[in-house]
């Protein structure tokens, strides 16, 4: 267990629709990732946030957002859903911000678009 | 797009015997992280090398980096069922920000 928690496990959503994903870091831990993973592949980098603060995102579109609250826990919010969007959604803590410390993945949540 | 590329991509052996998984990546790192996956489930962390290593060791894991060859192996001795799973390598890139990159993974079974 690595103390990473997610919610849901699991979500059916339409085409179209908003989501709210939900992510608890570890103790002591200032900075979270966000992942996507289709199936078969491996994940791909979202974003990052330090302490509250947006310090690094990858080649997703705007209508995927972030935020990251005081206690460090974090939030994935993803608008206009397409079909594509269906996969495994991984968040990581880690502490450091720019480190190159480990990152501890949560079960991830299952998103399902129809 | 993915950085690293894992092969074999899938691996099927008997319990007791070794199962050796390779990547290769393709930029400067800072470090290199092998993740274990079960049934689409989160990642589970096994080892970190950081770039000026060549090679580590964690119970009956042994990897090794190659910065010239931009490769690495991971080495799992003496393999349990339980050892099913998708493996991950993650290159740290130098960007400023913790950004993992991920290979395309093997997929283990170990047959009792």
Redesign the interface.
């Known amino acids: 267990e690595?103390g990473?928690t997610q919610s849901p496990t699991h979500l059916i959503k339409t085409r179209g629709q908003q989501v709210t994903l939900r992510c608890s870091s570890q103790s002591g831990h200032n900075?979270v990732?966000w992942?996507q993973?289709a199936?078969g592949?491996?994940?791909?980098?979202i974003f990052?946030y330090?302490r509250e603060e947006e310090?690094?995102r990858?080649?997703f579109p705007p209508r995927f957002s972030g935020l990251q609250f005081p206690n460090y826990s974090s939030e994935l919010n993803v608008n206009a859903l397409e079909l594509d969007d269906s996969a495994?959604y991984?968040c990581?803590s880690?502490s450091?911000?720019?480190?190159?410390?480990?990152?501890?993945?949560?079960?991830?949540t299952?998103l399902t678009v129809l | 797009s993915q950085q690293g590329e894992e092969d074999p991509q899938a691996l099927s052996i008997q319990e007791g015997e070794n199962a050796t998984m390779n990547c290769s990546y393709k930029t400067s790192i800072n470090n290199l992280q092998w993740y274990r996956q079960n049934s689409g489930r989160g990642l589970v962390h096994l080892i970190l090398i950081r770039s000026n290593e060549r090679e580590k060791h964690s119970g009956r894991l042994r990897v090794t980096l190659d910065t010239s060859k931009k490769s690495s192996s991971l080495l799992i001795t003496a393999s349990r069922a339980a050892d099913t799973a998708s493996y991950f390598c993650a290159t740290a890139v130098p960007t400023g920000f913790q950004k993992l990159v991920f290979g395309t993974g093997t997929r283990l079974l170990v047959s009792p």
């Not at chain 1, 592949?41 to 980098?45: A, E, L, V």
């Not at chain 1, 450091?96 to 991830?108: E, K, N, R, S, V």
């Open positions: 690595t990473v900075t990732s992942y993973q199936l592949q491996g994940p791909q980098f990052q330090y310090n690094g990858g080649n495994l991984l990581a880690s450091g911000g720019a480190g190159t410390d480990t990152q501890y993945f949560g079960p991830g299952r």
